[in-house]
């Protein structure tokens, strides 16, 4: 998106923030995760991200990517997380895979908003299973 002023709500009520945003009238394919779906980015994320603090990744529409990391997260941590934070697993997950081929060592903070235990179907219809 493009860091700009941009409305908060599509309703236009809000007063507009400094943000990077997709535009506030911005319409998204449905997807399973689609719970915290946004068209922008908190103030401050965008902040950090503009003086170049953080970093941004984007992952593909079908969801099946973050859905196998998601997975991978449940056979070793025992429970499976929120389909809109299997972008944050995945995320974390390739970030260790690559400080694991680079010898990089650093701290991995990622965050879960909730467990997906009434989201199997979403899991099942995303990565075809019974």
Same mark, same amino acid.
């Given at each position: 998106? %493009?860091?700009k002023y941009d409305y908060a709500d599509y309703a236009e009520i809000t007063p507009q923030l400094k943000m990077y945003t997709l535009g506030h009238k911005k319409e998204f394919k449905p997807i399973i @995760?689609? @719970?915290l779906?946004?068209?922008g980015c908190s103030p401050i994320i965008s902040l950090l991200r503009r003086h170049g603090y953080i970093d941004t990744i984007a992952y593909p529409i079908d969801e099946k990517y973050v859905f196998? %990391?998601?997975m991978t997260f449940m056979r070793t941590e025992g429970w499976i997380p929120a389909?809109? &934070?299997a972008y944050s697993v995945?995320?974390?997950i390739d970030e260790a895979l690559k400080c694991k081929r680079t010898g990089e060592e650093k701290v991995i903070a990622f965050n879960i &908003?909730?467990?997906g235990f009434l989201d199997i179907n979403g899991y099942k219809e995303i *990565? @075809? *299973?019974k």
């Open positions: 998106g %493009k860091y @995760g689609d @719970g779906r946004y068209h196998e %990391k998601a389909p809109e &934070s995945a995320c974390a &908003s909730g467990h *990565l @075809g *299973l």
